[in-house]
């Protein structure tokens, strides 16, 4: 059945996706691995289509954590090459779509090339005023934090232990600037965070869905939003009655 948008649906300012799953989806079809991660970049860029439409003003995916430098290097080769082409094909579209890419992660250990694609998609977006959408890459968690404490220190802002608070650190993070995000989806049926934005998830519900990612689609994130919106969000304090 075709899942609809209810009226009166709040929709979440800010999604995050652990695109899980493309490895089982494609190994399942007797495909490689490769063939997965293939179809899970067509899913992300219509997804992100969806996201805009439905009134998603952030879009955050997990592409490449920095742990997956441990697979085969075929697979670590194709996952990079699959960003690379995005990197160098879709400022058309993120032009049309009035889409603001930014990269998330450490990108000093990515290849030269990939970071000039990077560097050139997120100047020639930097000024559009739609969506925007985040991809992780060589990112961790905890390595962002480590990064953040590093640029507050390279910035000066630790001198003075007393002025250092949530909000200094918050500004020295890869997302500074974007709000937390509200909803969590992970696909593929596990239900762990895996390292993903552990300091902004702090407060964002999740939603956990048995499909693997190359099968997303936007029936199942209208069932997602559906779901937030049966939360109760409290921020660790009460609700009023
Ligand atoms: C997890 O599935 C998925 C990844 C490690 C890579 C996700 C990357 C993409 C969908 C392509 C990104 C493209 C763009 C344009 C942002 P898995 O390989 O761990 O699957 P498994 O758990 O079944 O083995």
Not at 111 to 140: V, W
Not at 166 to 185: F, K, M, N, R, W
């Amino acid at each position: 059945m075709k899942e609809e948008i209810r009226e009166g649906l709040k929709i979440p300012a800010h999604i995050a996706i652990i695109m899980d799953g493309n490895g089982r989806w494609a190994k399942k079809r007797g495909m490689p691995r490769t063939f997965g991660h293939t179809q899970g970049a067509k899913v992300v860029e219509q997804i992100l289509e969806d996201a805009d439409h439905m009134g998603v003003k952030y879009l955050t995916v997990y592409a490449f954590s920095t742990e997956n430098w441990s697979r085969p290097q075929t697979e670590v080769k194709a996952l990079m090459n699959l960003l690379r082409r995005y990197m160098k094909t879709s400022l058309a579209k993120c032009a049309k779509n009035n889409v603001r890419v930014r990269v998330i992660g450490d990108k000093s250990m990515l290849d030269k090339d990939l970071r000039e694609s990077i560097a050139d998609l997120e100047r020639d977006t930097a000024s559009n005023t739609g969506i925007g959408f985040q991809i992780a890459i060589n990112y961790g968690g905890r390595d962002e934090i480590v990064r953040a404490v590093r640029r507050a220190a390279a910035r000066g802002l630790l001198e003075d232990p007393e002025k250092i608070d949530e909000s200094v650190l918050d500004d020295c993070l890869d997302t500074a600037g974007i709000p937390d995000p509200d909803l969590l989806i992970r696909t593929c049926g596990e239900q762990r965070i895996s390292n993903f934005l552990l300091w902004q998830l702090a407060y964002s519900e999740m939603y956990f869905t048995p499909k693997a990612w190359p099968e997303f689609d936007r029936d199942e994130l209208v069932r997602a939003i559906d779901a937030y919106n049966h939360r109760e969000r409290r921020y660790g304090g009460l609700m009023d009655k």
